[in-house]
């Protein structure tokens, strides 16, 4: 009876057996953790914050940890740390996450495309892909921001056209053995148009890598502009950012080393927590519909 | 009349970096309705090329010539839009591999209504109802629970069913089954044999059967197409070359079939083989394709190709040396 019933319900214990799996790995549950206090930090940011973190007190200025209604201290303008790195996860996680997400949509047509069509096309994608990954990531995410100039977008707009060939890639692979596979070619007898086929029948299997691939691009976005703020071609002051705020320490670090040492600890444990996440995540999706 | 499906000198050839290779060479047959007709031979003599290139589905690589026509349309002339009309609407596709050709993410109720929905424009509360009557036509129990179903969740045997109600769907002219049995076990070989060949009476659908296994020839098909490195080596009526094989080759695939039924005093019983392979042919043969595999080669097989000619009744067979005698047995099946 109840092997009856685990029948008809194939979905659910399949889920089931996914959620199993991932949960039996304690390093993917941290990181499962990690991710949702960090989003959900990012959302409500502004509210859990002690102070406004843009409000400045010349009469606190860099407090160390533990002063009395400063937990993480002040910094060189007098500004409460512990807001600032509350309100800077916003534009951090906005920004890999915007990065990852654009570099998604634009690059997966563009691979599956290559992929299914072959050819020509797959030449000159793939060249253009060989081209693009030849840059190191950093340095072009550096260049093209300086070029798109200083705003959060902007970075993302850079850090994404970084991200673009990796992604480009793994959907080629992925649908250059997918077109191969008899239900394909079953749906191209049965005349479905190839839009329908690349879109309705390939997407949905090639999404598992995507979604790894997504859960490691968003830390390496995340760093990409944490470096890019550092710079000064991220978020513009006085909006608080974690790449921001160290390069803002950067000249403290003798005096105050906390005033550094949070926002990197911050960026730390965020890409970590998203890395483990993602290995989880690997595990359980790497397994290919076999029951 | 004009014949369901009539194709005519074909050819397909690949140009590969290796060099170029003949793949189909001047293949005819034709296919009546609701008639059989099956492709036969060993691995990589060009049959499921053959099948592929009636739906236009050769690889890019593949070039093609020839006439293929469709109740006497030429087929091989339309473009890509017309062809799509066609493809699992007039002429359908069941395939080899029933654990890979359903798509896993989709219900197989959906797989097939797509197909409804496509080329009769049913609704979806339609096509989900016309899925489960044709689940139901090849005989898969519980048909209304079945068709919410994923593919992993049902046998080979089931999924192949499957496929094949997807592919009478839309009640085709012709249907091509490329190996539909080989993946299955024998038991269920037998029912799914069955099943094509009710719906093939029910339907008067014109079937096109490729494969290199003799007992499903022996038990679904009217006509016999016997392909060697591309070329028809024998072409003919069901019964009449199994009692009554003129090619060689054909003598030689009956040879490696067990029949309990048919003790053969010169061989002991023993399964005959055919020595060698199949040669991958990069030029037109100036001999018999057969020539090197073959027993009766002598001086006259090795001028050219022979053509396919009426050797018996009704039978036609591409040899120097046709008729079903077993005067000069090669040396090694004795050993």
New interface residues.
Partial sequence: MTAIAA??Q?RVARRGRMRRRFTRRPPAVVGLAGVVIVVFIALFAPLIAPYDASASNYNDILLAPGSPGHLLGTDDLGRDLLSRLLVGTRASLTAGVLATVLALVVAVPIGMVAGYF??WIDLVVSRATDVVLSFPFLILAVGLAAILGPSLVNAAIALAIGQVPIFVRIARGEVLGLRE???V?????????TRVILFR?ML??ILGPLVVQVTVGIPAAIIGAAVLSFLGLGVQPPTPAWGTMLSEAQQYVSQAPWFAVFPGLAIALTTLSFNLFGDGLRDVLDVR?G? | MTARLEVEDLHVRFDTDEGTVLAVNGVSFSVEPGEVLSLVGESGCGKSMTALAVLGLLPPTASRSGRIRLEGEDITRLDEKALRRIRGRDVSMVFQEPMTSLNPIFTVGYQIGEVLRRHEGLSRSQARARAVELLDLVRIPAAKQRVREYPHQMSGGMRQRVMIAMAVACNPKVLLADEPTTALDVTIQAQVLDIMRDLQHELGTSVVIVTHDLGVVAEVADKVVVMYAGHVVEAGAVDDLFANPQHPYTLGLLGSVPRPDLVLADTQNRLVEIPGMVPTLRQPPSACVFAPRCSRADDPCLVRMPELVETASGQYAACVHPGPERARQPEVIRS
């Fill in positions: 029948e008809s194939p072959r050819g596979e008899e239900y070619q079953a749906a191209v007898v049965n005349a479905a148009p029948h949905p299997n519909m029951s």
